[in-house]
């Protein structure tokens, strides 16, 4: 039976006179109650599959930071939207009156392995589902290892640091409650309050908890990252930077590297910690050859969104994206046999920076000095992958400022300086490694084979170059230092206007993201 509502006191959090309440679940009762709810059906894997409606992505333009003296010197107004406390009351009450009476499902976790800087969540939700994805990608209370389910006197005495609250199937009116559009994302730091109303798209709820952690973390001396990480048999560790789509999950889940984290991370003086316990894979064109510990971990416990099933057979078609291309997976992080229990590792020794081309112009990849380092990081320059916002139905390019512009509510400068930092007290080499496109741009090019792209990260993280970078070739355009040759690569690859049929056309390619990256830097000069 579900947990009794008499150990869940919402009343702290405003809501009164509600109807039934389920908390805490194991995976498998969350997974039953979901089905009983008719609100996804199983795989012939065994996910749950459930589809979000019409919001498969996150709604960046639907989300606000409440503008009140805690935080408001601190955050960059230029880049977020503000609500006033006023408009988040009666957002807020809008909520609490819709959960009334409603049966609601709660899910109590924490954030961030490093226990020196771990928060307590709560998640308030309309859907049991939610309430298993908050499981699957938060972490257990008290358990410093891997466990799918935390001890049941942790949540009887549960103080939460921040809730979310979940009205998935509330619509807003904006001519009734003030808003833009029916959706609100909605963030107090006064109240550590998070709304999320009108969208079932689970990806917010894991991305409004990083959104804070971006605020706080830095307040702390941690540099909070939206990288994924792993670690070599040598125990040096890897960070991979990258907007949703460009490689962050695929290239770090290698079966001869430990999984740190696939998306959230923070750097302390100490070293890397990961700030989820689950990984959020997208799974377009998923293959069992090509991300086989991605697929293989795609079994009963973890939640498949908008992955459409065959009618008969339940089997996942994974090249189908007729509902969206931000097909999603969901899983705990336990299911990739080689991950690391602790979720934490040392200081970096390489950095990538995933930049997806979409003019398919600059090199596979390439290493950066200092002053390219600033540059590259604070432009963010890659590509919106289809599906990953809505609205975004292709593949379209972006700066994306410290490849996090979405979440990040401080000066984009205020992350670049601590970047510089932690690089000057633990030295690393920063990489450029391009996953988008090449012999021509998105619709003329293609992209880099998968299998192109994991020869050079190897290379790369065995200093395969280390005693012969002075031979390496200068890029005449972007002035980036590119190796001569890597086992398993084709050498015509490295030099990306050789890849193009007309030279010219290249040529103009160029030129353009040069003068757009010129655009981008001055808005960061002091």
Same mark, same amino acid.
């Given at each position: 039976m579900p947990h009794q509502s008499s150990l869940i006191d919402l009343s702290i959090h405003g809501i009164?006179?509600?109807?039934?309440?389920?908390?805490?679940?194991?995976?498998?009762?969350?997974?039953? @109650?979901?089905?009983?709810?008719?609100?996804?059906?199983?795989?012939?894997?065994?996910?749950?599959?459930?589809?979000?409606?019409?919001?498969?992505?996150? *709604?960046?333009?639907?989300?606000?930071?409440?503008q009140e003296p805690s935080m408001e010197n601190q955050i960059d107004w230029q880049r977020n939207q503000m609500v006033s406390p006023e408009q988040f009351r009666r957002y807020r009450e809008a909520v609490t009156i819709y959960f009334q009476r409603r049966e609601l499902f709660v899910q109590d976790a924490s954030?961030?392995? &490093?226990p020196r800087y771990a928060l307590k969540v709560r998640v308030i939700a309309d859907q049991a589902w939610h309430a298993l994805f908050s499981q699957i990608l938060f972490r257990s209370l008290n358990s410093k290892n891997f466990s799918s389910q935390p001890e049941e006197a942790s949540h009887e005495q549960f103080e939460p640091d921040w809730t979310v609250m979940v009205? *998935?199937?509330?619509?807003?009116?904006?001519?009734?409650?003030? *808003?833009?559009?029916?959706?609100?994302?909605?963030?107090?730091?006064?109240?550590? +309050?998070?709304?999320?109303?009108?969208?079932?798209?689970?990806?917010?709820?894991?991305? *409004?908890?990083? +959104?804070? @952690?971006?605020?706080?973390?830095?307040?702390?001396?941690?540099?909070?990252?939206?990288?994924?990480?792993?670690?070599?048999? &040598?125990?040096?560790?890897?960070?991979?930077?990258?907007l949703s789509g460009t490689g962050k999950t695929t290239l770090s889940a290698d079966p001869e590297r430990q999984l740190i984290g696939d998306d959230e991370h923070g750097w302390s003086n100490e070293g890397i910690f990961n700030i989820e316990g689950g990984c959020y894979a997208k799974t377009i064109r998923l293959s069992a050859h090509g991300e086989p510990q991605i697929w293989s971990a795609l079994r009963f416990g973890t939640v498949l969104e908008n992955v459409p099933l065959h009618p008969e057979t339940r089997i996942p078609d994974f090249e189908d994206e007729s509902i969206t291309e931000n097909t999603r997976g969901a899983y705990p992080i336990e299911f990739? %046999?080689?991950?690391?229990?602790?979720?934490?590792?040392?200081?970096?020794?390489?950095?990538?920076?995933?930049?997806? &081309?979409?003019?398919?112009?600059? %090199?596979?990849?390439? @290493?950066?000095?200092?002053?390219?380092?600033?540059?590259?990081f604070l432009c963010g320059y890659t590509a919106k992958v289809g599906g990953t916002e809505y609205g975004v139905k292709k593949p379209q390019m972006e700066f994306s400022t410290c490849f996090a512009s979405p979440f990040l509510p401080l000066p984009p400068r205020r992350y670049a300086m601590m970047l510089l930092e932690k690089l000057r007290k633990h030295p690393a080499k920063v990489w450029l490694l391009n996953t988008g496109w090449t012999g021509g741009p998105y619709g003329t090019g293609h992209r880099f084979d998968l299998a192109h792209t994991r020869a050079l990260l190897r290379a790369a993280l065995a200093d395969h170059w280390h005693q012969s970078e002075s031979s390496w070739q200068i890029d005449p355009i972007f002035g980036l230092r590119i190796p001569p040759h890597c086992p398993g690569v084709p050498s015509i690859l490295l030099q990306p206007r050789s890849t193009w049929t007309d030279s010219a056309m290249y040529d103009q390619y160029a030129a353009k993201l040069v003068e757009a990256f010129r655009k981008e830097s001055a808005r960061y000069q002091n």
């Open positions: 009164h006179y509600h109807g039934p309440i389920t908390s805490n679940l194991s995976p498998t009762r969350w997974v039953e @109650l979901a089905i009983r709810r008719h609100e996804g059906i199983l795989s012939h894997f065994g996910a749950l599959v459930c589809n979000t409606g019409s919001r498969t992505g996150r *709604s960046p333009k639907d989300k606000f930071i409440v954030v961030v392995a &490093d009205a *998935s199937d509330l619509r807003f009116k904006p001519e009734i409650h003030g *808003s833009k559009s029916e959706t609100v994302v909605a963030i107090n730091f006064a109240e550590r +309050t998070i709304l999320i109303v009108g969208t079932q798209y689970a990806g917010e709820i894991k991305k *409004s908890i990083f +959104t804070i @952690l971006n605020a706080l973390l830095p307040l702390q001396g941690v540099l909070p990252m939206h990288c994924s990480a792993n670690i070599g048999k &040598d125990g040096s560790t890897a960070l991979f930077f990258g990739i %046999p080689n991950a690391v229990p602790s979720g934490m590792g040392n200081h970096p020794k390489h950095i990538f920076f995933l930049s997806c &081309d979409t003019f398919g112009v600059l %090199p596979p990849l390439a @290493l950066l000095n200092q002053e390219q380092i600033e540059s590259y």
